[in-house]
């Protein structure tokens, strides 16, 4: 399944590159392309693992920047 989320507060192309490579590296995604002129995360992954997922990808991001957040 293929589902796009909304970002908030993604600073820079090099942040949302680090944070696609972390998020790709999440167990069970498929692809993730995080876009920072559109300020959007792509992820593809089985639907019954999405929240397990968005979860994972919530603590890849806070990491790479604190403030930027996946609004569900």
Same mark, same amino acid.
């Given at each position: 399944? =293929? !589902?796009?989320? =909304? /970002?908030?507060? *993604?600073?820079?192309?090099?942040?949302?590159? $680090?944070?696609? $490579? +972390? %998020? =790709?590296? %999440?167990? +069970?995604?498929? #692809?993730?392309?995080? #876009?920072? *002129?559109?300020?959007? /995360? /792509? %992820?593809?992954?089985?639907? +019954?693992?999405?929240?397990?997922? /968005?979860?994972?990808?919530? =603590?890849?991001? !806070?990491?790479?920047?604190?403030?930027?957040?996946?609004?569900?």
């Amino acid at each position: 399944m =293929k !589902k796009v989320f =909304k /970002l908030d507060e *993604v600073d820079c192309a090099v942040c949302a590159q $680090n944070m696609e $490579n +972390g %998020i =790709k590296k %999440i167990d +069970g995604v498929e #692809s993730a392309v995080v #876009s920072y *002129v559109t300020q959007k /995360l /792509l %992820i593809e992954c089985d639907e +019954g693992e999405m929240d397990r997922i /968005l979860d994972e990808a919530q =603590k890849v991001i !806070k990491k790479v920047d604190p403030r930027c957040r996946i609004v569900r």
